[in-house]
Nanobody, 126 residues
Framework: QVQLVESGGGLVQAGGSLRLSCAAS????????MGWFRQAPGKEREFVGT????????YYADSVKGRFTISRDNAKNTVYLQMNSLKPEDTAVYYCAGRLDYYGRYYSAEKEYDNWGQGTQVTVSP
């Protein structure tokens, strides 16, 4: 198990950028596949993107592809979500999630993750 703490949320104008960070506790972070999800008011939580353990291959939801980039620094036990060209519809609480992984797979479903952060608010104004 790892504990996850997100940071970096805030208010930004449309077209702007933010970088979210997710710091993980524990010594096995490099063995965890990590994901980002978001939940807008009145909507269900949705998948944003994921990064595989170790090598760090990425996979994104169509809604953010080409604008968002996930990366990880295993030495710092941190995963990042770089968000560019932000739109008002990106407004949501953003969550990072992690799961121990032995296969180097992508995971895009909430139920596949068993460790979650508390979330950080991102608000994009028109």
């Amino acid at each position: 198990q790892v504990q996850l703490v997100e940071s970096g949320g805030g208010l930004v104008q449309a077209g702007g950028s933010l970088r979210l960070s997710c710091a993980a506790s524990g010594r096995t972070f490099s063995s965890y596949a990590m994901g980002w999800f978001r939940q807008a008011p009145g909507k269900e939580r949705e998948f944003v993107g994921t990064i595989t353990r170790s090598v760090g291959s990425t996979y994104y939801a169509d809604s953010v592809k080409g604008r968002f980039t996930i990366s990880r620094d295993n030495a710092k036990n941190t995963v990042y979500l770089q968000m560019n060209s932000l739109k008002p519809e990106d407004t949501a609480v953003y969550y990072c999630a992690g799961r121990l992984d032995y296969y180097g797979r992508y995971y895009s479903a909430e139920k596949e993750y068993d460790n979650w952060g508390q979330g950080t608010q991102v608000t994009v104004s028109p």
